[in-house]
């Protein structure tokens, strides 16, 4: 990892915050979340021009404030207005984990690092910070005691860790331990991973440690690659990917690895598509789509060669191919490329989506990390602006932009593909995404699904209900002028003396009623009409049966297997974290 502090750079408390427009250089290490109509900003370092200094140098100043943007005017990042809010007693970290809650009142800090401007006064001590927002961009910070010493005073700190917030829990995976992240960890002389993953329940103050599979419970981080999807599953789900127990050869990206909080069960789903190429240190935001789908968008990234994925020795030396935006659609498991030039690769950069539109805060240059601190971010004050449904780069933040829609090319996937992917990893992960299509072609969740099918069944059934009822009806008269017919012949001709005759004559009825019923069955043939041999078929297919109770057992659950049973050899490894 390189850090911002080097011979080029002179550290300088007294520096600005926000540093003005034109002596903007860099912003990086920071951790950003979205609450209500505003954007937070904590912690980080920001690089600028000199301002009364004349050696020329950038300066770095580590950022002490919280700060943030409105996002309720529109604004480009040339005119944006990035207030400052005073930390009190709250620790200056890197890197750390926000949560917000979903009462969009409040975020929880968790996690990080000691700045690399801060070395000389020593990490702080493990704990948890809560900031209240005032409603206008402000807001207070308080450290938060956990309800349940036991568990928290356990943890360690984590740094370079991903976190998302589930049904109003937030989630660290993983992460490293190091010099920097507490005074317990004082001794440490490299990164040393934390396995895992740890829970907080916002609602009820509860922590949780939990044990995470082999194949990924050994591993430094993902850094980044952790989306939360609240439209799957009970209560919602975690998706990442590029995860394995060999870090050094990282899988490309078809390996979609899903955690569900409601039974804190792991689950793997291969995914096809323009997979990315595989990397670290990208950031990804999420959207559900207008048609029932749900779309996770990944930005940027660094790869390194020997990756696993579609990354050539050239892509690798000028990085611009990872100036890339890639789309994940859900339940299709399909990624797309979204199409423009690249022209600004990025790294240790955050992200958020408000409707159809994607703030990029921040970031590296991954293709000139030792000299960046002389490149300006193409991005004024580092922000840039993503429109999620056209795919395609702005300087200008639209508070009137029309609500996200899915991605042209996405739906163009479904409309030929159908509601989801056609290969299913394991009949669990299948009953986790179940979707059903409608007759527009449109997506939708399983709830309305059962509804439309139960809807939808209803004139079938009555059809069916009238076919039956009327041929008992029609069975029924002639049964009856069967017997009235046959009393009427006994009360002619008395008891029959010749059994002879009474055969002959049982006979001759028998003709007579199949005749009947022969006639019967010509007049039912209307029904035949209204619904035919194909509808009957669809009724009772055979494959839907065999889909609803597949028989076959779930070689993707993660309960301590092998991880051969999860995914083949080619696709079992992660990304080094830098």
């Not at 399909?334 to 703030?359: E, N, V």
């Amino acid at each position: 990892m390189t850090d911002f502090v080097s011979h080029h750079v002179l550290p300088i408390k007294s520096a600005p915050n926000v540093p003005a427009v034109e002596n903007f250089l860099r912003r990086s290490y920071h951790s950003s979340t979205a609450v209500g109509d505003f954007v937070y900003i904590d912690g980080g370092e920001v690089l600028q021009l000199p301002t009364n200094n004349d050696n020329g140098y950038p300066t770095g100043k580590l950022v002490n404030v919280t700060l943030s943007i409105d996002m309720r005017t529109s604004w480009t990042n040339d005119t944006v207005s990035i207030r400052s809010i005073d930390k009190g007693a709250a620790p200056n970290l890197n890197k750390q984990i926000l949560w917000p809650s979903t009462d969009n009142q409040t975020f929880f800090a968790f996690g990080g690092e000691q700045g690399y401007y801060d070395l000389e006064l020593g990490p702080p001590h493990v704990s948890c910070w809560q900031f209240t927002t005032d409603g206008a961009g402000g807001g207070l910070w308080d450290m938060f005691s956990p309800a349940d010493d036991s568990v928290f005073h356990q943890l360690t700190r984590p740094d370079s860790a991903s976190g998302a917030t589930v049904d109003n829990t937030g989630f660290i995976l993983e992460g490293v331990a190091n010099r920097r992240t507490s005074p317990e960890t004082l001794s440490y002389s490299g990164r040393v991973p934390i396995p895992g993953i740890v829970s907080f329940n916002i609602t009820s103050n509860l922590w949780q440690n939990d044990t995470m599979p082999q194949y990924i419970g050994n591993l430094s981080a993902p850094e980044g690659l952790l989306a939360s999807v609240d439209a799957f599953g009970t209560d919602g789900l975690l998706v990442t990917t590029g995860l394995a127990l060999d870090a050094d050869n990282p899988p490309p990206f078809n390996n979609i690895t899903i955690y569900d909080p409601s039974d804190k069960s792991w689950h793997a789903q291969t995914a096809t598509g323009q997979i990315p190429a595989a990397r670290s240190l990208a950031c990804t935001v999420s959207a559900k789509g207008d048609n029932g789908t749900y779309e996770i968008f990944l930005y940027g990234g660094t790869g390194k060669i020997g990756f696993n994925g579609n990354i050539s020795l050239t892509q690798y030396i000028d990085f611009t191919a990872l100036d890339e935006v890639y789309v994940l659609s859900l339940p299709a498991f399909a990624w797309f490329k979204a199409d423009y030039p690249a022209q600004h690769p990025r790294i240790r950069h955050t992200c958020h989506s408000f409707g159809r539109q994607m703030l990029s805060i921040g970031g590296q240059d991954p293709t000139n990390e030792y000299n960046d601190t002389f490149t300006p971010d193409p991005f004024s004050q580092g922000l840039g602006i993503f429109d999620l449904t056209d795919l395609r780069w702005s300087d200008r933040y639209n508070a009137d932009a029309e609500p996200y829609e899915t991605p042209a090319v996405v739906k163009a996937w479904y409309a030929a593909n159908g509601p989801s992917t056609r290969t299913w990893d394991s009949p669990v992960v299948q009953r986790l995404f179940s979707r059903n299509m409608n007759s527009s072609g449109a997506v939708g969740t399983a709830s309305s699904s059962a509804s439309s099918e139960e809807s939808n069944s209803s004139p079938t059934g009555a059809i069916v209900g009238g076919v039956v009822g009327g041929i008992a009806a029609l069975c029924l008269v002639a049964g009856l002028a069967w017997w009235l017919r046959r009393r009427k012949r006994r009360t002619t001709h008395g008891n029959y003396e010749n059994p002879s005759q009474e055969l002959t004559e049982h006979q001759v009825r028998e003709d007579h009623l199949q005749s009947e019923m022969s006639e019967m069955s010509a007049q039912a043939n209307p029904f035949d009409h209204e619904m035919p041999d194909n509808c009957r078929q669809n009724e009772m297919d055979g494959t839907h049966s065999t889909a609803e109770m597949a028989a076959v057992s779930s070689a993707a659950e993660l309960h301590g297997g092998s991880p051969n049973a999860e995914m083949d050899a080619s696709t079992q490894s992660s990304p080094r974290l830098r």
